[in-house]
């Protein structure tokens, strides 16, 4: 019963944008950094913060995957340049 609910849970933790599923990790956190939550609910919680982490990682992961494509040159090759040269060369 219990891991049918978790099975159910992780799939929709996937279908959660990474900043919905970063903001509900956060919520997470929060909770377990009072220490008022029972033992057994400080696991569940840990769990799904951990399921959490995993899909915004994905999500992050991905976007990367991205950015390299778009940085090929004409040849094909990646190009890799630092965010920071990157980030001067959007706001120039």
Known sequence: MNSAKTGAGA???ENKTFE???????S????LETGDV???ESLKLFEQGVRL?????????????????????EGGEPVE???D???GAASS
């Open 38 to 40: 029972k033992l057994e």
């Open 20 to 26: 919905e599923a970063f903001k509900e990790l956060e």
């Open 85 to 87: 040269d990157l980030a």
């Open 53 to 73: 982490a995993r899909v915004c990682s994905s999500k992050l992961d991905a976007a990367e995957g991205k950015i390299r494509l778009l940085l090929e040159d």
């Open 11 to 13: 799939a929709g933790e």
């Open 28 to 31: 997470i956190v929060r909770r």
């Open 81 to 83: 340049a630092p965010f």
